[in-house]
């Protein structure tokens, strides 16, 4: 029996990358998991279907979270299946891990992009928590992804550290609030991970070089590093710990 067993968890962007290293953790360890998508409903699918392989309870949910619309849909189908499951539409742990990267230079940078990056990588999370409020249980866990780009100057990215800088946030101003109930909010900040947003990177000599001389240990960072963090934090394990950012870059830049 796992460590989370008779929990439910939301995972945004759980279809690929870190959210589906996070959701297969969560399922490994006894969560029911909501595995969100956007547009990959079969990854979402197939990730949902390789908890419930191994024993544990999943189920795929497609919503655009970038409109409160998407986001209503999001817990009403989720509510519905952990309710199925259940008898109840509550839960324990949400992971706001759904983002995009906009790889785009200040002085290049349409308004278009910016909106749509911050819709999904500010306004998602900040809704999400709060449509979450009243149906996470007291106890609860919030999970947050941030970046180490919240700490170390990358000018290519600027709007998208930006977003980051946010979700650092929002993090340490909600632990306050939540604290009374027993629910911890915390964020994990990686450095660079070998997923597909980086897949360019990965595919050049030079990149790939690049990405990992920045970490002391030389090498990129794996989903599952990051996963198992979230692992810890999902956990009563980590009670004693809220408000927090935590750097998971294999000491970039140090």
Avoid: C
């Amino acid at each position: 029996m796992g460590k989370l067993y008779d929990k439910a968890a939301i995972v945004t962007g759980g279809s690929r990358g870190i959210g589906r290293a996070i959701a297969l953790r969560l399922g490994r360890e006894g969560a029911t998991v909501a595995v969100h998508y956007a547009v990959g409903r079969r990854a979402a699918e197939e990730a949902a279907e390789e908890i419930i392989r191994e024993g544990g309870s999943a189920f795929a949910v497609g919503a655009d979270l970038r409109t409160l619309d998407g986001i209503r849909t999001l817990y009403e189908v989720a509510g519905r299946e952990f309710a199925a499951r259940s008898g109840s539409a509550e839960f324990d742990i949400l992971v706001n891990n759904a983002g995009s990267g906009l790889p785009v230079s200040i002085e290049d940078t349409k308004e278009e992009e910016f909106d749509s990056l911050i819709s999904l990588n500010v306004k998602a999370p900040f809704f999400m928590i709060q449509r979450a409020l009243p149906l996470l249980r007291d106890g609860g866990r919030i999970i947050q992804l941030s970046s180490a780009v919240t700490r170390i100057s990358l000018p290519v990215i600027p709007a998208y550290s930006m977003s980051k800088a946010a979700i650092n946030g929002l993090t340490l101003s909600l632990a306050n609030q939540l604290g009374p109930r027993g629910i911890t909010i915390n964020a994990i900040a990686p450095g660079f991970v070998a997923t597909d947003m980086n897949a360019g990177m990965l595919q050049d000599p030079g990149g790939r070089r690049f990405g990992a001389e920045y970490s002391i240990f030389g090498r990129w960072g794996e989903p599952a590093d990051i996963a198992s963090i979230a692992e810890f934090l999902a956990s009563p394990e980590s009670g004693w710990i809220t408000g927090q950012v935590i750097d998971a870059s294999g000491g970039s830049h140090l």
